[in-house]
């Protein structure tokens, strides 16, 4: 079955007081990072496809990375979760390069969440994803957000 129910949510971590040498002159900045979750599909094989944006408000030349991590609820006790692991590098962020950094990450079940076993695979349904957004040279510490989400079929 097929759905065509288009999910999206905003999550918005505050960074505190970043330091970018070259950008700033050596003053210390706060930068907003927004990452917009726009779609969440799930395959028949049970992988998750994440797509969605990560936005800065002040630049971060050195870019942007992400790690996603996706855990789907199966039953009252077990789950099925997998993550990107090494994270996926999106490239400059902010306002002089490119302020929106789109992306589109492959979510492979591992069968194992927090060290427990718990084997399966993805399947339409509620999800929970959490995003690391982590500067790849410099400028603010990790950024972590999690968000509900409906996975839905991918065509």
Not at 5 to 13: E, T
Not at 24 to 53: D, F, H, L
Not at 58 to 80: C, L, M
Request: charged residues 10%; hydrophobic residues 40%.
């Amino acid at each position: 079955m097929m759905y065509t129910r288009r999910w999206s949510a905003l999550v918005v971590g505050i960074l505190l007081m970043g330091l970018c040498v070259g950008v700033t002159g050596a003053r210390a900045q706060t930068i907003v990072v927004a990452v917009e979750i726009t779609s969440a599909t799930v395959n028949t094989a049970g992988v998750v496809t994440v797509s969605g944006v990560v936005t800065c408000t002040a630049d971060v030349p050195g870019g942007v990375g992400i790690n996603v991590e996706v855990v789907q609820p199966v039953g009252r006790t077990k789950s099925v979760s997998g993550s990107t692991f090494n994270g996926v590098p999106l490239g400059p962020c902010g306002p002089s390069t490119q302020e929106e950094q789109p992306f589109s990450v492959q979510v492979f079940p591992t069968g194992f969440f927090e060290g427990v076993f718990t084997g399966g695979r993805f399947g339409p349904g509620t999800a929970f994803v959490f995003t690391d957004v982590f500067a790849l040279d410099c400028c603010f510490e990790d950024v972590v957000t999690s968000t509900t989400v409906r996975l839905t079929r991918s065509p």
